[in-house]
């Protein structure tokens, strides 16, 4: 994924947190609905972790 996929996730509009957690929900939602495996879904949740923490590293942190 690249840097501006990334920025099209996480927003300085919308709250980082809020939007990591809907996406986490998502993910949640669609493995216990049958719509992915377990590993399907470890491995959106571990990608997204990674996107957010880079955000958080390149956006948010820098900032405090």
Avoid: H, W
Wanted: glycine share 4%; charged share 50%.
């Amino acid at each position: 994924m690249t840097e501006e996929d990334v920025k099209k996730i996480f927003s300085e509009e919308r709250d980082p947190f809020k939007d990591f957690e809907i996406r986490m929900c998502i993910i949640c939602d669609l493995e216990q609905g049958g719509k992915l495996t377990e590993e399907e879904a470890f491995k959106q949740v571990k990608e997204l972790y990674k996107e957010f923490k880079k955000y958080y590293k390149d956006n948010i942190r820098d900032k405090e």
